[in-house]
């Protein structure tokens, strides 16, 4: 009964042959270590990673035009799994020097992105870190064949929004102009005004930023690249798949907002509700749609034949190699260095932010007087920008003995994270118009900045600057330098967004912030006494 399945005959008399099965068993715990290795660098590196991930996946649910990201990620395993057969016949060559130095570097830039919540540069960080690991773990050989699949990974964040961003004031000119020339050709009389404002007999319909479609382009490159790298061969019919339906997108997206005209000429209402999303969603469908007959229409053209398989593959058929081994103390050290690099990021990550002492005292206490100005308890509920997700705000408006009046906004966070840090997509809107300028304390001159707000037909003038650890920032950089500083001198990573904002008067229009200099002049001290 000592015998192994092995050490039974392979015949019994009077019976038919057996066919003997490899153990399962021993196949089963030969596979151990590679599980325990997988696991031992996949838990700190997904506990690593998970603030970062958490912030794509709110991107993708909740932004206008990122819902592909959901589909990135799953492409790009398909790709890299693709790519098997060739990784099949690629030798594991750890990249000691290089790989280490890459993955450190990647870390760094990803544990600093998630201090400061910088979605940006942390989804660039993460993608980094990939490559960085295959490059030490598996050699420069593994990086070239799995380039593509990682660098697909892009399109699930952010990163290029800055190639549209230059697109989307053209855009939107554009989309506004033929729109109405679609809806004059179909009879229906509107009006073109301020470039963006299409004027129907029942409504007025605002073009604004997300109507522009610039950020359709991404969703529409995200499908089209991979599409046409596996469904056609000549490079002319790729790019010509591309190309087409980035235009088809944009015509789309014309007769989406000529549609809503339409709609709301005969009297539909709820423009911004489900109804808007559905056309929102019907540019993204009518791309897809394009992409996917385009790719079919174009092999057509190219008549490709069915071809054997390649060298490689057959060459892999009679081999029967059973791919890469794990093993070897190159690999083991290569393995050893990832991950004592992602562990110490993760036990950083989550032993820097200490909390916050908070507010040295509560914002409802500030001064009603300031100097020559006195608390104006006229209503007023104006908002010019915000953080609805800060901890603490302050909202007043003050009055000088002349009649200005000067609004006061202060929202504080007690830690930076997307969607609610001081330094992010919310006041960004604040720098496309900003003038960096100097407020005068006393003997000491403090940086601030200048800038003009957008109200409809008003343009409002304003001061603003960031308090973070008792000093003031202008420039969005430095503020974000002076967070992850504090996170790594000070555990925490707490700040404030100071404004104030003013309606230039008519015997004043020479200095619009005169008035906003003299009261952000005379509250610098007092921002000190309440933020940390």
């Known amino acids: 009964m000592e015998n192994s399945l092995l050490d039974l005959p392979e015949t019994v008399p009077g019976s038919k042959p057996l066919h003997v099965v490899a153990r399962p068993k021993a196949d089963v715990l030969r596979h151990y270590p590679v599980l325990l290795r997988v696991a031992g660098l996949g838990i700190p590196l997904m506990l690593l990673s998970a603030p970062i991930l958490g912030d794509l996946w709110n991107l993708w649910w909740n932004r206008y035009g ?27 060559e750890p990249a000691f020097v290089p790989g280490l130095l890459w993955l450190v570097v990647s870390t760094v830039l990803l544990l600093a992105s998630e201090i400061a919540g910088v979605m940006t540069t942390g989804s660039l960080a ?41 697109l989307v004031w053209p855009f939107q000119l554009l989309t506004a102009n033929m729109s109405v020339a679609i809806l004059q050709a179909l009879g229906i009389p509107v ?3 301020h470039s963006t404002s299409i004027i129907l007999p029942t409504v007025t319909l605002e073009v604004v930023r997300e109507c522009s479609g610039a950020g359709l382009l991404i969703a529409v490159l995200a499908i089209g690249l991979p599409l046409a790298s596996l469904t056609l061969e000549a490079w002319w019919s790729r790019i010509t798949l591309v190309l087409s339906s980035v235009v088809i997108a944009i015509v789309a997206n014309w007769v989406r907002v000529a549609v809503m ?4 000429q005969a009297g539909g209402k709820d423009l911004h509700g489900p109804y808007h999303i559905l056309q929102g969603l019907f540019v993204d469908w009518v791309a897809f749609g394009f992409l996917f007959v385009g790719a079919w229409l174009l092999g ?12 490689s593959l057959q ?20 393995w050893w260095m990832a991950c004592v690099t992602i562990a110490t990021a993760t036990l950083a990550l989550y032993s820097l932010d200490r909390g916050t002492s908070g507010l040295k005292q509560e914002l409802a206490t500030f001064p009603t007087v300031i ?8 209503p007023n509920d104006e908002s010019l920008v915000g953080l609805p997700d800060a901890d603490e705000t302050l909202a007043r408006t003050y009055r000088a003995s002349d009649g200005r009046r000067v609004r006061l906004y202060v929202a ?25 300028t100097i407020l005068q304390v006393g003997s000491k001159a403090v940086s601030a900045n200048r800038t003009i707000l957008e109200r409809g037909r008003r343009s409002i003038p304003a001061v603003f600057w960031y308090h973070i650890n008792g000093r003031s920032y202008a420039g969005r950089t430095q503020a974000k330098l002076a967070t992850i500083e504090q996170a790594f001198l000070r555990g925490r990573t707490d700040g404030a967004l100071v404004l104030v904002s003013a309606e230039p008067r008519k015997d004043q229009r020479d200095d619009r912030w005169k008035a906003q200099e003299e009261f952000a002049a005379a509250i610098v001290p007092l921002m000190r006494e309440y933020l940390p």
């Not at 057509?300 to 398989?309: G, L």
């Not at 100097?371 to 006229?378: A, M, N, R, S, T």
Request: glycine share 8%; hydrophobic share 50%; aromatic share 12%.
């Open 315 to 334: 060459r892999e058929e009679k081999r029967r190699v059973s791919g890469p081994a794990f093993h070897g103390r190159a690999l083991n050290r290569a």
């Open 191 to 193: 009006l073109l005004e």
């Open 66 to 92: 990122f819902s592909h990201g959901f589909l990135v990620p799953l492409v790009s395993l398909y790709l890299a799994w693709l790519q098997w057969p060739a990784l099949r016949q690629i030798p594991i």
């Open 412 to 436: 504080y966070t007690r830690a930076q994270r997307q969607g609610k840090e001081v330094v992010g997509m919310q006041t960004a809107p604040l720098h496309e118009k900003a003038d960096a």
């Open 261 to 264: 005209g339409i709609y709301a």
């Open 371 to 378: 100097g020559d100005w006195v608390i104006d308890y006229q």
């Open 300 to 311: 057509k053209v190219e008549k490709v034949e069915q071809a054997a398989p390649p060298p």
């Open 126 to 166: 993460l993608i980094m870190l990939l490559a960085g690991l295959v490059w030490l773990l598996c050699g420069y050989a593994y990086l070239r064949a799995l380039a593509f699949p990682l660098a697909y990974l892009i399109f699930m964040t952010p990163v290029l929004d800055g190639l549209t961003e230059p």
